[in-house]
């Protein structure tokens, strides 16, 4: 990386990009989950992904998938467990990304 003057400066990195926590939902009925449908632009592709969105500093993700589906749909969750966590490095909508999702079940 170049300092403001020019020069070449091994010991500057550029900065990470942030990690964004998200708690997402998994609402099933018998065998159909319900998830949101997007569409990159930039890719010209469609993908699915489950309710929910960021987790606040401080808040559980529980608290925050609860929250999140409250917002989205005005529907409570009755059941929620802890399925997993998954750490997703994407590039979407022209920008790379870095998301650790932490997935529940209601």
């Known amino acids: ?4 003057a020019g020069l070449e400066r091994p010991d500057i990195v550029e900065p990470m990009p942030p990690i964004r926590p998200i708690a997402l939902a998994v609402p099933r009925r018998g065998n159909d989950l319900l998830v949101f449908e997007y569409h990159d632009l930039t890719k010209g592709e469609t993908f699915y ?5 960021g987790i606040a500093f ?3 993700a529980e608290a925050a ?6 917002e989205e749909l005005g529907a409570g969750l009755l059941d929620v467990r802890l399925a997993g966590v998954l750490e997703n490095i994407f590039h979407a909508f022209g920008r790379d990304g870095h998301a650790d999702l932490l997935h529940t079940v209601s």
């Open 65 to 70: 998938v609860r929250r999140e589906l409250q």
């Open 58 to 60: 401080g808040e559980a």
């Open 1 to 4: 990386m170049r300092s403001r």
């Open 49 to 53: 992904r489950p309710l929910g969105g």
